[in-house]
């Protein structure tokens, strides 16, 4: 990769000319991507930024009302641990769903591993109450697209990792004295990036 304008130039009028290349290498491989666990509200605050574009004042907003309304779990929380059964309820779903495949071990966050006493939170992570419904009717729009990030988060944690295969390939072409490169991949396993 180059951010030299004059060296792509270059590499392409003496790729078009010659018309062929030899590959010096290719290198294989994998990558794996772990679901993140349930939203805290720092964690929920930060993704309805960046994946809706919206401030913390509108996040809390909508995350109120559908608290208010029953939909969710309470939105003030630190907590990354999870009512058992509703993880049990999200994990059949998926099972019925996506297949058995997409099962994963669940991830309960660093304060809620297994062994650990030193939970102090009083509130579990931010899910929803009833984890088998992923639209639900007569929302508002705004309503809807939170809930659905909670839901998919909730929904992701207790999933398997995605996979991709990966190939990077090293070339040269005649009258060209620097390598040519690139990177290819490509999901083989969705995962929780099914949700």
């Known amino acids: ?9 270059e590499a392409i009028t003496k790729l078009n000319k010659n018309m062929s290349i030899e590959i010096q290498s290719i290198k294989e491989g994998k990558n794996k991507r772990s679901p993140k666990p349930p939203f805290t509200t720092d964690t ?7 994946n809706l ?23 003030r929380t630190d907590s990354t641990r999870t009512n058992e059964d509703a993880r049990k309820t999200i994990k059949e779903y998926i099972k019925q769903t996506y297949g058995e495949n997409h099962l994963g071990p669940g991830v309960l966050g660093s304060d809620a591993k297994k062994g650990s006493s030193n939970v102090q ?19 508002k729009d705004e309503q809807q697209l939170l809930y659905r990030l909670i839901w998919a988060r909730f929904a ?3 999933m398997s990792s995605s996979i991709r295969e990966t190939r990077a390939i090293v070339a040269k072409t ?3 004295d ?15 990036e099914a949700v």
Do not use: C
């Open 156 to 158: 992701g944690s207790q």
């Open 121 to 139: 939170d009083a509130h579990e992570a931010i899910r929803p109450t009833r984890p088998e419904i992923h639209n639900i009717d007569g929302l």
């Open 53 to 75: 574009g919206w401030s913390v004042a509108r996040t809390s907003a909508v995350a109120g009302e559908l608290y208010n309304s029953g939909h969710v779990t309470y939105i």
């Open 1 to 9: 990769r180059t951010f030299n304008q004059d060296l792509a130039a």
């Open 44 to 50: 929920m605050l930060q993704s309805a930024s960046s």
């Open 174 to 176: 005649e009258d060209f």
């Open 178 to 192: 620097k390598n040519i490169t690139g990177t290819a991949s490509w999901r083989t396993h969705a995962g929780w």
